[in-house]
């Protein structure tokens, strides 16, 4: 700035009298600091949105954790249910354990990654729902190797809980993030092309029903809605 209004002084006291041709730089002074000021926010509304995407992205597979875990336990519960005396078995120890510190470092992680500040409040939801699972996992751990029902019923309650806030909190990122057309159709294409090869085994009665309900649960849509993005986009290329 200082440099800026030095120079406007040195043209001033060089072109005594030719008043019109200084307000004419000066003009074009300004246009180029409006130029300049657009491109920024140009940058910094692009580096928003790749910082939302890389976000979300990473809360998806987060996200697609959480019941795979879920359907961890509900399968070691049942091995126990079949067999009391499972318990005793080191590897299967380790195994409960293990999916109780996936959790347990997937909460720590949430709590302490960067958040883009449009998705603050969604964020705080999501670490509501990691509480949860991290309770229940904890009791969970408690309750099998200590061979007490009653605690790994309670650890139930609490991943019930979680996956009811979890519910909310998708409801509240599709009240504030919506996804474009053109996104959904990318991630799409980019699901066919890996589930089949890249085309090489396509079948349209396992595959279209598979990409749209990959796309239905990523973005918040129905299977009707995706469908419908993606044969829009297709007729229009």
């Known amino acids: 700035m200082l440099k800026k209004v030095g120079v406007l002084l040195l043209l001033g ?7 019109d041709k200084l307000d004419e730089t000066t003009e074009e002074v300004n ?28 809360m998806q597979r ?8 879920l359907k961890a336990m509900e399968a070691l519960s049942q091995k126990m249910a079949d067999n009391p005396l499972i318990i005793e078995d080191k590897e299967f120890v380790s195994r409960i354990t293990g999916v109780a510190k996936e959790v347990r470092d997937n909460y720590k ?3 302490e990654m960067g958040v883009p500040n449009e998705l603050l409040n ?5 670490i509501e729902v990691f509480k949860e699972l991290e309770l229940g ?20 309650r609490h991943f019930v809980v979680a996956v009811n806030l979890l519910d909310s909190a998708t409801t509240e990122l599709n009240t504030i993030y919506k996804a474009s057309d053109d996104e959904i159709y990318e991630f799409m294409v980019q699901s066919y092309s ?22 239905s649960e990523k973005y ?10 993606y044969i829009q986009k297709e007729m229009s290329r």
């Open 13 to 19: 006291a060089t072109l005594t009298g030719c008043s």
């Open 31 to 58: 246009k180029k600091d409006e130029v300049a000021l657009s491109t920024t926010k140009m940058i910094a509304e692009s580096d928003s949105t790749a910082n939302i995407e890389e976000y979300l992205s990473d």
């Open 62 to 69: 987060f996200k697609e954790n959480i019941y795979i875990e």
């Open 109 to 111: 992680y949430i709590k």
């Open 122 to 126: 969604y964020h705080s939801r999501m």
């Open 137 to 156: 996992a904890n009791l969970y751990e408690k309750g099998s190797l200590e061979k007490n029902v009653e605690t790994v019923l309670e650890s139930s």
């Open 194 to 215: 890996a589930l089949t090869n890249n085309g090489e085994n396509y079948n349209p009665e396992i595959h279209d029903v598979q990409v749209s309900k990959l796309a």
């Open 220 to 229: 918040g849509i129905s299977e009707e809605e995706a469908d419908r993005i």
